[in-house]
């Protein structure tokens, strides 16, 4: 994306520039005297440091957003890492539930066995 994005810049700019020499050009040529040469010299050198000023500034901007989409993508595959870290924590409860849900099933069923089969609780226990 810099490379796309630097280029339309680029190009932008130095056609605003080419623009501008050139309408400097023809009036260097049509100058009466040293003093207007000097006049459109210190002209074009003006647009040429404010030309440079707004292309660093352009490209800075354009730096700073793809600084900022890289810390956006990075920022997404943080999350997506934490998300699939919660995903395999919750599976793994999820096993250790099930599990215990089986060995509680187990349990109920012996108890259902020995209540059926007559099987009193001794005196004192929660069963009472």
């Not at 599976?91 to 089986?102: D, I, M």
């Amino acid at each position: 994306m810099y490379t796309s994005w630097s280029h339309v810049l680029n190009c932008e700019l130095y056609k605003v520039l080419a623009m501008k020499i050139d309408g400097l050009h023809s009036k260097v040529v049509g100058a009466k005297n040293i003093e207007d040469l000097r006049t459109e010299n210190n002209v074009l050198y003006l647009e040429l440091v404010i030309f440079k000023d707004a292309r660093a500034k352009a490209e800075y901007k354009v730096t700073k957003a793809e600084m900022l989409q890289q810390l956006s993508f990075k920022a997404q595959k943080q999350a997506e890492l934490k998300l699939n870290v919660c995903e395999d924590m919750a599976h793994a409860k999820h096993k250790e539930l099930t599990k215990a849900l089986g060995e509680l099933s187990k349990a109920n069923e012996l108890l259902a066995k020995l209540g059926a089969s007559g099987y009193s609780y001794p005196k004192g226990s929660a069963e009472t």
